[in-house]
């Protein structure tokens, strides 16, 4: 997720006295326009996000994302010390932990070594004087492995919701009160004419493996790009008076 993340995997004669210190990595987070979501997270997160689709430049494939700002390296969330937000998406949260590939090929958890957090008190340590992981690493190993299952998951509702032709590219139109008007371009969200027309042996599928409730979830979150309003307002630069949402059908 982080451009800028020096990646390696946590092994106790490497990283045997680090302590990771507590809350949130934001300084890793502050350059996010968005941030993936896995399926599950989807009733808290929209909540406080607009939940859409993008396309992922390397695979050409849609990705679930809460988006934090109206530009691609801002999060209008982080304020200060702060996460403006009731619901924390897992991506921000396992930070400074990833699961890479080590030797061989196996999936293992990884630590940003540039992470703000790492030496920050209070603080966890990752392994005991015998070099056996605490706790602590060991609840954010079942952590990624949580989100690689939720990965899983929401793959198979990406690809149902595409196999359905519900997904349509959207333009989002910010109208500043100096008269500027700006498109955003680039996220994807679900169509509500095809859902309609869906036949009902497609709507039926859709709905005996639980992802009608994701769906309209999906379309009711576009609301949120009000609070995206209300954060960006309150940073004093030029001022949203309103903003649109124009689905390309």
Not at 8 to 17: D, I, N, T
Request: hydrophobic content about 45%; overall charge negative; some cysteine.
């Amino acid at each position: 997720m982080s451009g800028q993340a020096s990646l390696a995997a946590v092994r106790p004669e490497r990283h045997g006295q680090l302590t990771i210190g507590t809350g949130t990595d934001l300084a890793a987070a502050a350059g996010l326009g968005h941030v993936p979501l896995g399926i599950s997270e989807i009733p808290l997160a929209v909540c406080d996000y607009p939940v859409v689709l993008i396309k992922d430049g390397t695979t050409g494939g849609f990705r679930l994302v809460a988006l934090l700002g109206f530009e691609a390296n801002r999060n209008l969330f982080v304020i200060g010390e702060n996460w403006a937000a009731t619901y924390l998406p897992l991506n921000v949260l396992r930070l400074p932990f990833y699961l890479g590939a080590a030797d061989g090929g196996a999936l293992a958890v990884c630590l940003d070594e540039a992470s703000s957090l790492i030496g920050r008190a209070p603080g966890h340590a990752l392994f005991d004087a015998d070099g056996t992981e605490t706790g602590f690493l060991t609840s954010r190993r079942k952590l990624l492995d949580d989100m690689l299952a939720d990965a899983k998951a929401t793959a198979r509702f990406v690809s149902a919701i595409t196999a359905a032709r519900l997904i349509t590219p959207m333009t989002i139109t910010l109208h500043h009160a100096d008269q500027h008007q700006q498109d955003i371009a680039g996220a994807y969200t679900i169509d509500p004419l095809a859902l309609e027309t869906l036949d009902g042996a497609a709507l039926l599928a859709l709905h005996r493996d639980g992802h009608l409730g994701a769906i309209y979830a999906l379309m009711h979150s576009l609301g949120q790009l009000g609070r995206l309003e209300q954060l960006h307002n309150a940073r004093g630069e030029r001022l949203i008076t309103r903003s649109a949402v124009q689905l390309h059908l």
